[in-house]
């Protein structure tokens, strides 16, 4: 039994009751470390243990095309689990990067000190980028944590959607990637991917309550860009669609009235919203470049790491 905000003398009546032992965090759930902390480095202990014994003797029998496979199939693979939930810290990552590079270039031999014969930037790149295809653990841990991120702002129908935006986010009059990071230190770590989110991104306003009006994708690109001397006078840059629709102009722009050139960009932006269906029974949608409104971490890593190949010999080589 783990209490949580408990006397001692009740949880020990009530472990006696039921007959088991007093637990404290953090401690071990299906594998993860559970706390209301941030998890510390020793608590990703059993990942880096649990690769180090795949570190065996048989990568010495392997040619380096076969230990290639041998990193992404194996050890690339057994963070995979962690990733889906926990962002892990940047020391973890260095770690696993090290036993990966020793099993490529080493054969193993994690005590030797020699020399790559890539650097592992370009050794993380897709092989039609002349790179080797491995996988990149950092860029992979963001792209399979976004998915709560996508799960959050298309408010599905999961509890812990209602119950984050219900208790964090009750005042819908700034979104919340507009505000500093709040809740548990779970949640502040996922909130700080929405740049990545907002990059690959395009929403689709109904409510308006949960986009920005500068800055997010909600034309072809963001307001602030697109009528930048408007942008200059405005007293509120963090504001929601939602907010700007119902507020007067006094509290959004000063000093009125404003000059020539924007109070001609207000007028093309007031414009373009009363030309737009806005439907206050509806939550904002949010949908990716790729051309879908269903998240993919496949298709976001890919654009992670996507770049104009170098060379055109690197796709056959």
Same mark, same amino acid.
């Given at each position: 039994?783990?209490?949580? !905000?408990?006397?001692?003398?009740?949880?020990?009546?009530?472990?006696?009751?039921?007959?088991?032992?007093?637990?404290?965090?953090?401690?071990?759930?299906?594998?993860?470390?559970?706390?209301?902390?941030?998890?510390?480095?020793?608590?990703?202990?059993?990942?880096?243990?649990?690769?180090?014994?795949?570190?065996?003797?048989?990568?010495?029998?392997?040619?380096?095309?076969?230990?290639?496979?041998?990193?992404?199939?194996?050890?690339?693979?057994?963070?995979?689990?962690?990733?889906?939930?926990?962002?892990?810290?940047?020391?973890?990552?260095?770690?696993?990067?090290?036993?990966?590079?020793?099993?490529?270039?080493?054969? @193993?031999?994690?005590?030797?000190?020699?020399?790559?014969?890539?650097?592992?930037?370009?050794?993380?790149?897709?092989?039609?980028?002349?790179?080797?295809?491995?996988?990149?653990?950092?860029?992979? !841990?963001?792209?399979?944590?976004?998915?709560?991120?996508?799960?959050?702002? !298309? @408010?599905?129908?999961?509890?812990?959607?209602?119950?984050?935006?219900?208790?964090?986010?009750? !005042?819908?009059?700034?979104?919340?990637?507009?505000?500093?990071?709040?809740?548990?230190?779970?949640?502040?770590?996922?909130?700080?991917?929405?740049?990545?989110?907002?990059?690959?991104?395009?929403?689709?306003?109904?409510?308006?309550?949960?986009?920005?009006?500068?800055?997010?994708?909600?034309?072809?690109?963001?307001?602030?860009?697109?009528?930048?001397?408007?942008?200059?006078?405005?007293?509120?840059?963090?504001?929601?669609?939602?907010?700007?629709?119902?507020?007067?102009?006094?509290?959004?722009?000063?000093?009125?009235?404003?000059?020539?050139?924007?109070?001609?960009?207000?007028?093309?932006?007031?414009?373009?919203?009363?030309?737009?269906?806005?439907?206050?029974?509806?939550?904002?949608?949010?949908?990716?470049?790729?051309?879908?409104?269903?998240?993919?971490?496949?298709?976001?890593?890919?654009?992670?790491?996507?770049?104009?190949?170098?060379?055109?010999?690197?796709?056959?080589?």
């Amino acid at each position: 039994m783990v209490p949580i !905000n408990m006397s001692l003398e009740r949880v020990t009546h009530l472990a006696n009751t039921f007959g088991c032992q007093v637990g404290e965090m953090p401690f071990t759930y299906l594998g993860l470390p559970l706390g209301t902390t941030k998890p510390t480095i020793s608590e990703f202990a059993p990942l880096i243990t649990k690769m180090e014994r795949r570190l065996t003797g048989i990568s010495k029998l392997l040619s380096y095309n076969g230990r290639l496979i041998l990193v992404n199939s194996v050890l690339s693979a057994l963070p995979t689990f962690y990733m889906c939930t926990l962002k892990l810290p940047p020391g973890i990552i260095k770690q696993i990067d090290i036993y990966r590079k020793h099993c490529l270039w080493d054969k @193993r031999d994690i005590n030797r000190k020699g020399k790559c014969l890539v650097a592992w930037e370009t050794a993380c790149k897709p092989k039609d980028q002349g790179g080797l295809g491995i996988i990149d653990i950092q860029r992979q !841990n963001e792209a399979l944590l976004l998915k709560f991120l996508d799960k959050f702002y !298309n @408010r599905e129908d999961l509890p812990w959607v209602k119950l984050t935006w219900s208790k964090l986010y009750a !005042n819908e009059s700034i979104p919340p990637h507009a505000r500093s990071p709040v809740g548990s230190p779970w949640w502040k770590e996922i909130m700080k991917l929405f740049p990545i989110l907002q990059s690959i991104s395009i929403c689709s306003p109904n409510k308006g309550n949960s986009v920005l009006l500068w800055s997010d994708f909600w034309m072809e690109q963001s307001a602030k860009d697109s009528f930048p001397q408007l942008f200059s006078f405005t007293r509120k840059p963090k504001c929601s669609i939602n907010f700007f629709l119902n507020q007067p102009l006094e509290m959004m722009f000063s000093p009125l009235p404003l000059p020539h050139v924007a109070a001609q960009q207000l007028e093309e932006l007031q414009n373009i919203m009363h030309n737009r269906h806005w439907d206050v029974n509806l939550n904002d949608t949010w949908s990716y470049n790729w051309g879908t409104s269903s998240y993919s971490s496949k298709k976001a890593y890919a654009l992670f790491l996507k770049s104009p190949p170098d060379s055109p010999l690197f796709k056959w080589l």
